[in-house]
């Protein structure tokens, strides 16, 4: 496993930058690599050449030579004249949070979509670094009038991605078309939805899995899952869709927001979210944080949350446990009082007595709504059922 080292830089608005740094540490480790030194720049601002100052600068040169590592990974994002300076500076490769966060996406994608959707955040992020990388061909050849050849490979490059980009694109709005008439059909069919969402690694494969009993691939590991898998979950008469996103990281990279915003498009259909948390975490105030203004971000904080603190086994806090609007359990051991929770928020619903003309009402009933009694007579027959109000509204006509 290739050793780097670690650059933090600390400015004064990060109050949780040590687990910052843990998790930099586990974003890394996640690329294959593994970190040999950590040296911390305390700055109350970027440096807009270089990141951080000449005298950090130096002290770094030499470890790394010392050391004889050749990658620096920042644990802030770079632009792609400070990357080009300090690459040329250190003479080695630097690396910086958005490259590590899409290098992890590009490993756990397994749909077509899910590859089109990191191609296109991946194309969008080297475009603007081409500038730099033919400097070794860059010499004039017949005077100004004419470019030099690494200005014309840049040129030749960037009409190449931009292409590359505009194809994935157009492939995933193909999908998206799709995934809209899927969602299209389920709505038809007046099924309610639910959404599990959260920071990455909180358990939310694990929920899905144990309300289903279907496997959808989970792991101890950031961003185990970015394609959305929805379940139908049948639970004491009642159906309802839950499916799993992608999860959320602080400073999620604009560009993956952006091109994962059809699979995204599902946490803004939904008729409750179910915000999964790890109550095992240091950083739980943070991550519950960064999901919030995620959701905001892509419009969907107006939907009802019910909040999931999960992985309680690894706590000394009591589970399982209700409180208020509050679920307190472990996903690997029993989900009983999640499941009853999310019910009793989806279907709320009044029991009421109809009678029914025999035909096909019946079987329609017995489908959508709880059936708690019936009585068959000679006109008809007699139900006792739990009922939403838009089925009452279709049924009034039968009250009793």
């Known amino acids: 496993m290739e050793k780097v080292l670690l650059a933090g830089v600390h400015l004064p608005e990060q ?112 475009l603007p670094r081409l500038k730099g990388s033919y ?22 490059d960037s009409r190449t991605i931009s292409k590359q980009i505009q194809r994935a694109k157009k492939e995933l709005k193909n999908l998206e078309g799709q995934r809209s008439l899927q969602r299209r059909k389920r709505n038809k069919n007046e099924i309610k939805k639910v959404c599990l969402v959260g920071y990455t690694n909180t358990g939310k494969s694990s929920i899905l899995n144990a309300m289903s009993q279907k496997q959808v691939f989970e792991k101890d590991m950031l961003f185990a899952t970015l394609n959305t898998s929805t379940r139908k979950i049948e639970y004491n008469r009642h159906e309802f869709l839950c499916s799993d996103t992608v999860g959320f990281v602080s400073s999620l990279p604009h560009t993956l927001i952006e091109a994962f915003h059809s699979t995204l498009e ?42 999931v603190y999960n992985k309680c086994d690894k706590t000394d806090h009591p589970y399982p446990l209700l409180n208020s609007n509050q679920v307190y359990i472990s996903a690997k051991e029993d989900i009983s009082l999640l499941l009853k929770t999310i ?32 009585e068959y007579k000679e006109d008809g027959i007699c139900m006792e059922v739990e009922m939403n109000e838009k089925m009452i509204s279709k049924y009034i006509k039968y009250l009793e």
């Open 15 to 126: 109050m949780d930058f040590e687990e910052e740094l843990e998790e930099m540490k586990q974003l890394i480790y996640a690329c294959e690599m593994e970190v040999e030194e950590v040296w911390i720049q305390n700055l109350r601002s970027i440096n807009k050449k270089t990141c951080i100052n000449s005298g950090k600068i130096e002290e770094i040169r030499q470890r790394l030579i010392i050391k004889d590592l050749s990658t620096v990974v920042f644990n802030c994002d770079l632009s792609p004249s400070m990357q080009q300076t300090l690459e040329s500076i250190w003479n080695c490769e630097v690396l910086d949070r958005t490259y590590l966060i899409l290098q992890i996406f590009q490993k756990r994608a397994k749909t077509k979509e899910a590859f089109l959707q990191v191609e296109v955040a991946t194309l969008q992020y080297f």
């Open 343 to 374: 019910d009793e928020l989806l279907f709320s619903n009044q029991i009421l007595k109809i009678k029914i003309p025999y035909g096909n009402l019946v079987n329609e009933i017995n489908q959508k709504c709880k059936v708690l009694k019936q």
């Open 135 to 156: 400097t070794h061909m860059d010499r004039q050849k017949g005077g100004n009038r004419n470019k030099g050849l690494g200005e014309k490979k840049i040129e030749i």
């Open 266 to 307: 599902e946490v803004k259909e939904a008729d409750l979210l179910v915000h999964v948390m790890d109550m095992s975490s240091n950083s739980l105030e943070n991550q519950k944080k960064v999901t919030l203004e995620t959701l905001q971000q892509i419009h969907a904080d107006s939907i009802p949350v019910l909040n």
